[in-house]
Nanobody
Framework: QVQLVESGGGLVQAGGSLRISCAASGRTFSNYAMGWFRQAPGKEREFVAAISWSGGNVFYANSVKGRFAISRDNAKNTVYLQMNSLKPEDTAVYYC??????????????????WGQGTQVTVSS
C-alpha cells in the first residue's frame, strides 16, 4: 500500500509565499510522476502542477504558471510545491498524487493512481 502525506499548509496573506511537501511511503516503486491538485469549496478538484521522475519534465496549470514551482527529492520520495505571490483564489485543499503510467505528465484526476489526504492552504486578502 502507498501512503502520501502532505504537510506545510496554513494561513498566509495575499502576496506571501508558502511551501508544501508530500512524502510517499509504503512500498518501493520507481519511475513515477508526482503531482499537485487542489480543490476549493464547491468546486471540482483541479490540476496544479506535475513533475516527472527525473525532474526534467514539469507542467503547470496556466493559473499558477510563473508563481508556483514544483520540485522533488527522489532520495526522500518527496515532492514540493513552492507557492509565491499567493492570491485569495489559491485558497483550497491541496492534494499530492502519484502516477506510475506513461505518459507521466497528465492533468486529469482519474489518471493518477494514489492520493494524499490533503493540506489546507488559505490566502487572506
Amino acid at each position: 500500500q502507498v501512503q502520501l502525506v502532505e504537510s506545510g499548509g496554513g494561513l498566509v496573506q495575499a502576496g506571501g509565499s508558502l511551501r508544501i511537501s508530500c512524502a510517499a511511503s509504503g512500498r518501493t516503486f520507481s519511475n513515477y510522476a508526482m503531482g499537485w491538485f487542489r480543490q476549493a469549496p464547491g468546486k471540482e478538484r483541479e490540476f496544479v502542477a506535475a513533475i516527472s521522475w527525473s525532474g526534467g519534465n514539469v507542467f503547470y496549470a496556466n493559473s499558477v504558471k510563473g508563481r508556483f514551482a514544483i520540485s522533488r527529492d527522489n532520495a526522500k520520495n518527496t515532492v514540493y510545491l513552492q507557492m509565491n505571490s499567493l492570491k485569495p483564489e489559491d485558497t483550497a485543499v491541496y492534494y499530492c498524487a502519484v502516477r506510475e503510467g506513461i505518459p507521466s505528465i497528465v492533468t486529469m484526476t482519474f489518471q493518477w493512481d494514489y492520493w494524499g489526504q490533503g493540506t489546507q492552504v488559505t490566502v487572506s486578502s
